[in-house]
């Protein structure tokens, strides 16, 4: 079982950045992949970026490449996403992940959701 929180939303203006935060508690947190997933008012949930259990390999969807990071800590159990050169069509609530088995992009395919938080970029 793992339970994820996120943090570190908020309002910010477009070119500007933020650095996103997933708290997760549970055992043996470093035999998950970690993938951050975005949806955007009436929209459907979307990938963002994924992170292997070691932190050795990350995947990022096109439209974040260059702009976005994810890391992780399973020492401190966290992962983050660094966002940096934010535009307007960031704007979404943003969520955390957790997947036991392998990595993919898809949201269905993940086992644990943080709450999400809300990440709004104004132009």
């Known amino acids: 079982q793992v339970q994820l929180v996120e943090s570190g939303g908020g309002l910010v203006e477009a070119g500007g950045s933020l650095r996103l935060s997933c708290a997760a508690s549970?055992?043996?947190?470093?035999?998950?992949?970690m993938g951050w997933f975005r949806q955007a008012p009436g929209k459907e949930r979307e990938f963002v970026a994924v992170?292997?259990?070691?932190?050795?390999?990350?995947y990022y969807t096109d439209s974040v490449k260059g702009r976005f990071t994810i890391s992780r800590d399973n020492a401190q159990k966290t992962v983050a996403l660094q966002m940096n050169s934010l535009k307007a069509e960031d704007t979404a609530v943003y969520y955390c992940?957790?997947?036991?088995?392998?990595?993919?992009?898809?949201?269905?395919?993940?086992?644990?959701w943080g709450q999400g938080t809300q990440v709004t970029v104004s132009s």
């Open positions: 549970g055992r043996t947190f470093s035999s998950y992949a």
């Open positions: 992170i292997t259990r070691n932190g050795g390999n990350t």
């Open positions: 992940a957790a997947r036991w088995y392998g990595i993919t992009t898809r949201p269905t395919d993940y086992n644990y």
